[in-house]
């Protein structure tokens, strides 16, 4: 236990005002002999709090022994090298409590200084911050929690178009710089309106989800993505994926729809669900739009509708460089017809 000497004196506080004052508060008071490194007293609260017995507090290797292993070093380390400059700080960290478990606390030091300018104590409070820690955590947890639903389709729980939108800006930019293919497929449901108008919309919508899990499982690659893009369309975003092996996915996907059948007596195709599937490849250039790259396979999609459905349209794609980068007239995609944009509108 401290001696009586070793005791903080108060000036002027013959009938113990201050003392009764400092150790009525929640907040721990205490105070170091920066030469010695030496605890000079700290707040009987603290037996309370953390369950080591004042006494125990001897020097500050007792405090850093007390902090958690992984809050440790850096707070000790900042602690040391503001209390050196003489600045006043605080710290936040895990107190190990004597039943060996811990406790959060917020350490606020006073740096005394002598004549010279030299540290010669620090006097601070420690504070119980538990409860703001957990309200803090669980505040994070919601935030991510809020997070994770703003990319994910309320419908299929694949990503939603926030997430593909976020996802092509980040694959078209890698892509551009490793100079590595970036594969799209757009998929859309055949005849859905009909499919619909014969089930109705629940099962419709359990259609939408059925579609959706066949395709994220049909995928095998770590960075694959699928999206719901709206309605009854679907992404699929492939990096590092060159054209031969993105068709290979759509038509793997396909045989999935057929080997797996979704009843559908409206469709002139086997009476099953079916899909239209556009695919396209590209090696990013500088001055290029993702954009474009999406509208170009847009129109691949459109070509399979075209075509009669229930089928697989793939190309390589090259996106010219807008005109003021090329120097002259050419439009941004001339690949690009109104065609692809007509069909979307119906
Ligand atoms: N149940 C359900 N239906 C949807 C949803 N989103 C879009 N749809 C329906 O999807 C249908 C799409 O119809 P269309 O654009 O004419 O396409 P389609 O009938 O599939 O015809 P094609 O694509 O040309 O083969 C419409 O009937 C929409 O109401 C959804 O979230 N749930």
Redesign the pocket.
Same mark, same amino acid.
């Given at each position: 236990m401290f001696t009586e000497t070793q005791l903080l004196h108060l000036p002027h506080d013959n009938d113990g005002v201050y003392r009764t004052l400092l150790e009525s508060t929640k907040a721990i008071p205490w105070k170091i002999d920066w030469a010695t490194k030496r605890y000079v007293y700290v707040g009987p609260q603290i037996e309370a709090l953390l369950g080591w017995s004042v006494g125990t507090w001897v020097t500050v290797q007792d405090w850093a022994d007390r902090i958690h292993p992984e809050d440790r070093e850096q707070v000790v380390k900042h602690c040391v090298e503001l209390s050196i400059a003489g600045v006043d700080h605080e710290a936040d960290y895990r107190a190990l409590t004597a039943d060996q478990r811990y406790v959060w606390m917020r350490d606020t030091v006073h740096v005394l200084r002598n004549a010279q300018g030299e540290t010669e104590a620090l006097i601070g409070f420690m504070f119980d911050i538990s409860e703001r820690k957990i309200t803090e955590e669980k505040l994070l947890s919601l935030q991510r929690e809020l997070e994770v639903m703003s990319y994910k389709d309320g419908?299929t729980n694949i990503a939603n178009r926030r997430r593909f939108d976020d996802a092509m800006a980040q694959y078209w930019e890698r892509a551009m710089q490793t100079q590595h293919p970036l594969s799209l497929m757009v998929l859309?449901?055949?005849?859905? %309106?009909?499919y619909?108008d014969y089930y109705g919309?629940v099962r419709?919508?359990q259609c939408?989800v059925d579609i959706a899990q066949m395709l994220a499982q049909t995928l095998d690659g770590p960075s694959d993505l699928v999206a719901r893009f709206g309605?009854?369309e679907f992404v699929v975003l492939l990096p590092e994926v060159p054209a031969h092996i993105a068709h290979q996915v759509a038509e793997r996907f396909m045989r999935q729809l057929k080997e797996h059948p979704i009843p559908h007596p409206g469709s002139p195709h086997g009476q099953r669900v079916t899909a239209?599937i556009g695919v396209g490849t590209i090696v990013p250039q500088s001055g290029t739009q993702s954009i474009d790259f999406i509208e170009a396979v847009d129109q691949q999609l459109y070509l399979a %509708?075209k075509q009669g459905?229930n089928r697989v349209v793939s190309q390589s794609i090259e996106l010219s460089r807008p005109a003021f980068f090329a120097g002259d007239a050419t439009p941004a995609c001339p690949a690009l017809t109104t065609a692809a944009q007509s069909w979307r509108q119906?």
């Open positions: 419908l859309d449901i055949d005849f859905f %309106k009909q619909n919309h419709g919508d939408l309605g009854e239209s %509708k459905r119906r």
